[in-house]
């Protein structure tokens, strides 16, 4: 696609209940990237795949947190048992390559836990 | 010390003023330095990378010293559509040269 695709763009989660959020990076992209972005902050880092490996989940902030990336495409940002906590948005980013280059987001799924 | 910091702001500024914001990192293996512009509810979307002989794209500007740790932008003629929050970004470098370390933003509103 022309763009990451994130999916659904909002979400609203009764405390306790699971979730799972959708990226579908660009075409070709090999690394992709999480973030969680709270209320009035810079989005922080949450974990890192290049194609189907997940090298990097040092972001993710607690075990119920799980990512996963099987086909080296679309990737699922998992919640287990979501907290209010967890509200925030998520971001999905993917890139050519990595290191000096900026990476494109996608618009993010909003996350509210009631 | 947080990694990156930035200016609080926010900033209110009329049309056409110039605005400069300043950023720190205190990781000196950091390698890589950009400015992303944020509109409101959307997501962050790259403005420029930030070089170390400073590097110019229209009216904005940025400049990176290495020796003190500081990055700025600065925008000229600011125009209405300017506004968005600006956020300083840097990466780890080293082994972790894939992770972004962003600022908290400024937000800056350009008022007619």
């Known amino acids: 696609g022309a763009g990451v695709s994130q999916s659904p763009r909002y979400k609203v989660a009764k405390r306790g209940q699971d979730v799972a959020l959708r990226c579908d990076p660009i075409s070709g992209h090999v690394s992709l990237f999480w973030y969680q972005q709270a209320l009035g902050q810079g989005p922080e880092f949450l974990t890192y795949f290049q194609n189907e490996a997940q090298l990097d989940k040092s972001g993710l902030p607690s075990d119920r947190f799980f990512a996963e990336r099987p086909e080296g495409s679309v990737s699922t940002l998992k919640i287990q048992r979501t907290q209010q906590e967890d509200s925030a948005v998520y971001l999905c980013a993917s890139s050519l390559e990595t290191g000096n280059y900026g990476y494109t987001f996608g618009s993010g799924t909003r996350l509210t836990v009631v | 010390r947080k990694e990156v910091e930035q200016d609080p702001g926010p900033f209110n500024v009329p049309e056409g003023a110039t605005v400069a914001f300043n950023c720190t990192y205190s990781?000196?293996?950091?390698?890589?330095f950009f400015w992303y512009r944020q509109d409101c509810r959307k997501e962050p979307k790259l403005l420029m990378s930030?070089?170390?002989s400073g590097n110019e794209d229209g009216r904005f500007t940025a400049q990176l010293n290495r020796a003190s740790q500081y990055i700025s932008l600065l925008i000229r003629d600011s125009k209405l559509s300017d506004s968005a929050t600006y956020l300083c970004?840097?990466?780890?470098?080293?082994?972790?040269?894939?992770?972004?370390?962003f600022g908290k933003g400024t937000l800056l509103t350009v008022n007619p």
């Open positions: 990781n000196s293996a950091s390698q890589s």
């Open positions: 930030v070089y170390s």
């Open positions: 970004v840097v990466n780890r470098g080293g082994g972790s040269n894939y992770k972004l370390t």
